[in-house]
């Protein structure tokens, strides 16, 4: 095979690993659009609402870690096309769903190939590419999350509108059956030269610790962060307790760690393999970029989850509008992409990272001083567009920052920590800033309506309908004129609320900024020599 042709390969194969990135990006938020639907059809509970979000996240945080190891000793490719596969399969079971039970089911099943597929997506791009085309590649598939994270609710908005909820799960088939072909015709397997035996009980720590940690981050609003204040109930099976199930999920998972690490550095030691490489966290790069990735993450996807809801719930747009307005979002993250590749030959990557967490702050806190009961969505699409392009450098920067003096042959564990970093992250700042969100249009809304002087009964069931939709009884309220009057109060309660989390969010990502102040230059060795022509320790597998 000439040279123009292996390349033409290589590069043809970034684009399919790109689409199964898409893949679960947007099936993480294209649901979110097909709530309301999902509802009417199938009558599901607002317990059964928040699992059907939420079960996929979970299962897929847990798994990360574990499918990184596994990648890296059964081969990266391999692996991702069998996480596409299930994926395919248990979206067809979510699209045929008849019950809330059978898609809750389906989408646990979905978090397990998505667990798969993403961090085999980075492990074989860290094997495919090197030097300045890797910074390249590491671009592309950054900003392709930050795309399809804006894109997603989008499409979802048009499938649910225009057909069903159900083509929001239908769509992944095709997807699925264009990435397992394109992968299989130009993706080279890669896999370690020296398979490590695998390491079971650092495998089960890892995943009641993740597990654990997640669902505690996910559930405190629900079930209440030390007193249970709703009561979780399994079957015929209800909690029994005063104290919540949160802080217990906390000790479990914080007991999970300590072992986890005591196991692993007893195996270390004793030089056997653990699941992820603890000589890792010595590297510098790799230690403090997956405390800034943390730390970024958070800040991030704050503003993900508070403007559709006010977008809706307050301005009025409907979901395919809603979407069309995210959408500056997704093209400010894929200009990003050509800025980067760029400069990624003149520029050391982590002041790329540092620019895109700064164009981060600058959107996110413009979106803050703006956003208002009656804002017109034209002052939106700028800052949509600078944090965007912040993502979209962030992200995939911070990525190769990362993994920049890994070993290819630890790639798979490494690119598995980083992105269950990446996804404590999000679940801490969605658990933090849902918080923030809710608590003070809350607070502010009980203010405005004792202010006008109703009844404290009337006030507590206003507050509560409001909080407890997340902003969607501000509507109903609304159609009546005897409510018209808390209606307005709702929807400046909750433009403020939407305030404090886009500034709260902007906070965070001020200390994402200053953590990647230790990370150094950014520079790998290999992209600082003549040619790059460092080769990766694996074995290439037909």
Excluded: C
């Amino acid at each position: 095979m000439s040279m123009t042709a292996r390349e033409r390969r290589r590069w043809a194969g970034l684009l399919f690993i790109s689409i199964a990135v898409s893949l679960i990006i947007v099936d993480s938020t294209i649901v979110n659009v097909a709530i309301p639907s999902i509802v009417e059809d199938l009558d599901i509970t607002s317990t059964q609402v928040q699992w059907v979000q939420e079960a996929y996240t979970l299962v897929f945080a847990a798994l990360l870690l574990v499918f990184g190891s596994l990648a890296d000793r059964f081969g990266r490719r391999r692996l991702m096309l069998l996480g596409v596969v299930i994926f395919a399969v248990s979206s067809v079971a979510a699209a045929l769903a008849p019950t809330g039970d059978i898609l809750i089911l389906s989408r646990l099943v979905q978090g397990v190939g998505g667990a798969m597929i993403l961090p085999t997506t980075l492990s074989l791009i860290n094997a495919t590419f090197r030097g300045r085309e890797r910074g390249i590649a590491f671009a592309v598939w950054g900003s392709t999350i930050g795309g399809m994270a804006a894109v997603g609710p989008l499409l979802g908005g048009w499938l649910t509108t225009a057909f069903s909820w159900r083509w929001a799960f239908g769509i992944n088939i095709p997807l699925g059956i264009i990435i397992i072909i394109g992968v299989l015709l130009t993706i080279t397997e890669s896999k370690d030269e020296h398979p490590r035996a695998i390491d079971g009980v650092g495998a089960i720590l890892s995943v009641v610790t993740s597990a654990t940690l997640v669902f505690g981050l996910i559930e405190g609003r629900t079930y209440g962060w030390w007193s249970t204040q709703n009561v979780p109930a399994i079957g015929g099976w209800t909690w029994p307790w005063a104290l919540s199930p949160v802080p217990l999920a906390f000790a479990v998972s914080l007991l999970g760690l300590i072992a986890f690490v005591a196991w692993g550095m007893r195996r270390t030691r004793r030089g056997h393999s653990t699941i992820i490489a603890f000589s890792l966290f010595a590297i510098p790069s790799f230690r403090n970029g997956n405390i800034a990735a943390l730390v970024v993450s958070l800040g991030e996807f704050g503003i993900i989850l508070s403007l559709p809801l006010w977008l809706q719930f307050v301005i009025g747009f409907d979901a395919l509008q809603t979407g069309a307005i995210l959408l500056a979002l997704a093209i400010g993250s894929f200009m990003a992409s050509g800025f980067a590749g760029a400069l990624s030959n003149k520029v050391a990557p982590v002041t790329i990272v540092r620019v895109g967490i700064a164009a981060e702050i600058i959107g996110v806190a413009g979106l803050g001083f703006v956003i208002a009961p009656d804002t017109s969505w034209p002052l939106l699409l700028p800052f949509l567009f600078v944090y965007g392009f912040g993502v979209g450098l962030a992200t995939a920067q911070l990525t190769g920052v990362v993994l920049q003096d890994v070993p290819v042959t630890e790639s798979g564990q490494a690119s598995g920590t980083q992105s269950t970093a990446r996804q404590v992250g999000s679940a801490l700042g969605i658990a933090i800033l849902g918080t923030v969100l809710f608590t003070s249009t809350a607070g502010l809304l009980s203010s405005k309506l004792d202010a006008a002087g109703l009844p404290e009964q009337q006030r507590d069931q206003v507050v509560n309908a409001v909080v407890d939709s997340a902003g969607g009884a501000i509507l109903g309220l609304e159609r009546s004129p005897q409510t018209a009057p808390a209606a307005e109060a709702a929807k400046e309660a909750f433009s403020e609320g939407t305030r404090y989390a886009a500034f709260s969010s902007a906070g965070f990502l001020v200390f994402g900024l200053l953590a990647t102040l230790s990370l150094g230059s950014g520079r790998r060795p290999e992209d600082e020599s003549a040619d790059g022509l460092t080769e990766p320790q694996t074995r290439a597998v037909p």
